[in-house]
Every structure is written in C-alpha cells, then in structure tokens.
C-alpha cells in the first residue's frame, strides 16, 4: 500500500489525486502536473519513487492505485534525465498495459539518450519478449515525436531484428510493423532473411510481399493475391474455398453448413497504409 506519509508535499498530492481521464498516447491532453503542483528538480527523486510504487488497489484507499501513472506523466513533463533509467526499467511491468502505455510515452519525452538506454534494454538477455516489444514501440513513438532522432531509432529496431532466430515470432513481428511505419526501407534485408527463417508472425505486418508494397519496394501488380495474404489470412481463404466445395458438392438440401470465423480477411495492406 503506499503511504502518504513517505512522500513529501506536493507529491503526496497525486497520490489522491484519482482516475487518469486522458489518454496515453496524447501527452498534449495530460493535466500540467509542473505548472499545477508547481514540481520542479527538487521533486524528481519523490517522483521517481511514487513511479517505481507496486499499483494494487486498495478499497481504503482507492485514488493511490493512479498515483504511480501521475507521477511518470510529471516525470515526462519535467524531462529530468535522472528519471530516464528508473523509467525504462518500469517496461519489465509489461502485464499493466496502462502504466506501460504511460511509461513509453513519458520516455518519448525525454533526452535523445533514451533510445540507447532501450536499445541495451531490448538486448539484455533477462529482459522478456513481452517487455522487449515494449522497448521496441517505445522506439517507435520516440522517432515519431522526435523526427532529427529516426535515423538512430531505425537503426536500433534494425539491430534488434538481427536476432530474429532467436526471438519469438510474435516479437519480430512487432518490431517489423514498426520498421514499416517508420517507412524504414534500410531495413528490407533483415526483414527479408526474418520471413525467409519463418520467424515472422505475420498477422500485423502482412506477407513479405505485402511489407514490399507498403515499403514502396515494389508494387501490388507485382505479386498474386494469394502472395499478399498472411499466413493467417491465407488459412482463411482455403477454409472458404473448402467450405464453397463442399456447399456445391452437397447441393441445396445441406447448405446450412456451420460457416463461422469465415469473415472476409482483414487487409494488412491497407492498414499499413495508414
């Protein structure tokens, strides 16, 4: 349970402070925790230690199960360096989607020493796949909002993808759908050896035609429909296909056959276009 009494004020303030109401990915949107509560270099050390708090919800005490969140917003706001280590070690919480969510976009806010901090982070052998794929969005959204900082971020998403064969499918997945947001084309050997390995869950990126496409490598005339479907999408189609044989096989008389999860697939291709 955290204890107010071992924060001193203002920063005991967030601690019943209560519900987030806006969104993580919308840092515009956050409540101005430095003009509001009037933090400044003198709270950072408190901050960090409200951030680091375990979030376990108490009925006595309720709004504490926030305060951790508000106090990684005002780290990101306050743009303290000293927060940044403490910060990307909170991505080992990866089952708490929302203070996750909160801790990537606090480091975006950071200084340019971020990305190496994620990058040693990714690569440290104890570090979870779930944790990494974290680390890796998080490389992402710091490229996004800092556009003179892409090039090292591509590199490093790049660098993380070298170790497809020894990463999870689901995970070089991840980190591909990010390379082709970041339209990352100096990436397209790595991500070719990845999908020639069939260590690529291909149901967010899309087949490695599909990446072509949407990398500007090559164009959807270049390939047959069946090429730009996923792994998962393909499955699809042939169970369509099957289940119309079957139909036209058996005639009108048992053609109340069960046909559910046959939706037409999803388009990756115009999903990543977006």
């Known amino acids: 349970m955290i204890n107010r009494k071992d924060y001193p004020y203002p920063v005991s303030k967030l601690i019943s402070r209560g519900r987030i109401k806006t969104p993580a990915l919308k840092p515009e949107a956050w409540v101005n925790y ?23 919800f108490n009925k006595k005490q309720p709004n504490s199960f926030y305060a951790p969140i508000h106090a990684v917003r005002a780290l990101g706001q306050l743009g303290d360096m000293a927060a940044e280590d403490y ?9 708490d989607d929302d203070l996750s969510e909160n801790v990537i976009m606090a480091l975006t806010m950071l200084s340019p020493r971020v990305p190496a901090l994620l990058a040693h982070y990714f690569h440290r052998p104890s570090t979870l796949p779930e944790s990494c794929s974290r680390a ?4 992402y959204l710091f490229a996004k909002r800092r556009p003179d900082q892409r090039d090292p971020c591509v590199q490093m998403l790049t660098d993380a993808l ?27 050997e790595v991500i070719a050896q990845a999908f020639a390995a069939q260590q690529v869950e291909d149901d967010l990126t899309g087949s490695w035609a599909s990446v072509q496409v949407a990398l500007g490598l090559a164009k959807e005339s270049d390939f047959t429909e069946d090429e730009l479907l996923s792994a998962g999408d393909r499955a699809l189609d042939q169970r369509r296909r099957a289940v119309k044989t079957q139909l ?4 009108p008389s048992k053609q109340r056959i069960e046909t559910a999860g046959l939706s037409s697939s999803y388009s990756i291709l115009e999903h990543l276009k977006r």
């Open 87 to 95: 910060l990307v070690e909170l991505l080992d919480r990866h089952e």
């Open 136 to 139: 890796a969005e998080a490389l």
């Open 248 to 251: 036209t096989l058996s005639g």
């Open 162 to 188: 070298r170790g497809y064969q020894r990463q999870t499918a689901l995970l070089n997945g991840f980190i591909i759908y990010y390379l082709i947001k970041l339209e990352a084309t100096v990436a397209a």
């Open 34 to 56: 430095v003009d509001h509560y009037g933090f400044g270099e003198m709270e950072v050390p408190s901050l960090i230690g409200l951030a680091l708090e375990e979030r376990k």
